[in-house]
């Protein structure tokens, strides 16, 4: 049984510092102290997922911002860090909770974008589980609008490691996933998504993440996502 809390980062206790750091070293090669104290530094909330016993199972962490676009002021929620143990995929804990916080801190009256940036399918393919619409997909071009956006708020976020071209993003110290986590099961590779991520990002088993968003609101979640929309299992 996994159970989820949301911290804000000024309260992140130590113990919990040093146990993200952990699980994140032993899943992704390129892992430092540095980069790992980085990207806590740039964000504001993490999801922390831990078994009955208190052991720390997987986390995300998490930057909300507003953003002001041709007169509109939108919020902004920025995934960094990212991991879950293989022991916990079972579970459904992160995914529900990251929507269960979301729907805690978004503001009624601001439209809510989330941008992703992937180096594993896994993580992308969380993207048509729960959401209807989102870019880039196999399916359909991405809409000028959506690319516009796109663009604009990850060379906001990413400056010059993000290739406009490519819709890449090749950080100076990568974080490689460990093969157990990267190479895609036989069983999947059917998949019409893991097949075009894959395609658009073929280094990302080098680090290389894709960028992708999509608009995080009732109308575009799919059964699956109202299901954890309407869930209340979060601690906070």
């Not at 190479?183 to 990302?204: C, M, W």
Request: aromatic share 12%.
């Amino acid at each position: 049984m996994m159970h989820a809390q949301l911290v804000s980062i000024p309260t992140l206790e130590t113990d919990d510092r040093e146990s993200m750091y952990r699980l994140l070293e032993h899943h992704f090669s390129g892992i430092t102290p540095t980069t790992f104290t980085s990207d806590l530094a740039g964000k504001n909330w993490v999801l922390l997922i831990k078994n009955k016993t208190g052991q720390l199972k997987g986390f995300s962490t998490l930057q909300l911002y507003d953003v002001t676009v041709k007169g509109e002021v939108f919020s902004v929620v920025y995934s960094g860090d990212t991991i879950v143990d293989p022991t916990a995929w079972s579970s459904a804990t992160l995914p529900r909770a990251w929507i269960q916080a979301i729907n805690q801190l978004r503001h009624p009256d601001k439209r809510l974008f989330w941008l992703l940036i992937s180096s594993g399918f896994r993580t992308y393919r969380l993207l048509p589980t729960f959401w209807q619409t989102f870019y880039p997909r196999y399916d359909q071009p991405t809409p000028e609008s959506m690319q516009q956006l796109m663009d604009y708020l990850a060379q906001q976020q990413f400056g010059s490691a993000y290739d406009q071209k490519t819709g890449i993003v090749r950080f100076a110290q990568p974080q490689k996933l460990s093969p157990i986590l990267g190479t895609v099961p036989l069983e999947r590779q059917s998949d019409p998504h893991i097949h075009f991520f894959e395609q658009v990002n073929p280094a990302h088993a080098q680090g290389d993440e894709l960028v992708c968003l999509t608009e995080i609101c009732p109308d575009n979640l799919t059964a699956a996502g109202r299901r954890m929309w309407f869930s209340r299992s979060l601690a906070a």
